[in-house]
């Protein structure tokens, strides 16, 4: 399986990180992962000048920045694991800004006439931490990210988050990692043939 993870905290070891190492420590041969620090990149916000929708079957978009790469693995990929953690309500912008130029580079819906949607049919899943209660806090981007898929005609795996419940005591404990496990397990055992 290829998993793209999509990870975009400012804090390269803070709490989304922990999390998302567990998750990834637990991985075994089966998956091949591909990871992408979005506060790294180069990335620009889309500018509605659908130029992307001037083409059928690429991106075409008039920035010359690092979405390409992020374009060309999320085809390549099977599974994509967006990994945020949730400030005012939603993630954080630089996977706003991924996931923007996705939905037009990806989906050919707003030229001329109707096109495809050229990653129909890929899985996406959320992985997030929060300083609030999970239904006050991911609920919003997991509801954002349903419909989303929806629209990009993908599939949702599920949401999975853990909450900070203080800043005076470490984020990772045992019950942590035990989750965090279990939905990496969740995520290998994800079968790309119910697609
Ligand atoms: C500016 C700011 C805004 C935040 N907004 C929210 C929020 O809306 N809901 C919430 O549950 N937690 C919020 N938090 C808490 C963070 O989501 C939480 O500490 C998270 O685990 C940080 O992840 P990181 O260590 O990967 O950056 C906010 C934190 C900051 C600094």
């Not at 591909?34 to 059928?56: E, G």
């Not at 790469?69 to 993630?91: E, G, N, R, V």
Request: aromatic share 12%.
């Amino acid at each position: 399986m290829k998993l793209l993870i999509l990870f975009a905290s400012p804090r390269p070891e803070g709490n989304t990180a922990q999390l998302l190492e567990k998750i990834t420590k637990r991985f075994d041969d089966s998956v091949e992962v591909t990871r992408f620090d979005l506060y790294k990149m180069n990335l620009k916000s889309c500018i509605a000048c659908l130029r992307c929708q001037k083409v059928s079957d690429g991106f075409n978009c008039v920035h010359d920045d690092d979405m390409q790469k992020i374009f060309d693995a999320a085809l390549q990929s099977d599974l994509i694991l967006f990994a945020t953690p949730i400030y005012s309500f939603y993630c954080m912008p630089p996977m706003k800004m991924v996931l923007d130029r996705l939905v037009y580079g990806m989906c050919k819906y707003y030229g001329e006439t109707m096109g495809p949607s050229l990653w129909a049919g890929k899985t996406i899943a959320l992985v997030s931490t929060f300083g609030y209660p999970e239904e006050k806090a991911s609920d919003l981007l997991t509801e954002g990210l349903v419909r989303y898929a929806k629209h990009n005609k993908l599939n949702f795996l599920g949401a999975y988050g853990e909450r900070q419940r203080s800043y005076r005591e470490p984020f990772m404990n045992e019950a942590v990692e035990k989750r965090a496990e279990a939905f990496a397990d969740k995520l290998m055992a994800y079968d790309d043939s119910l697609n």
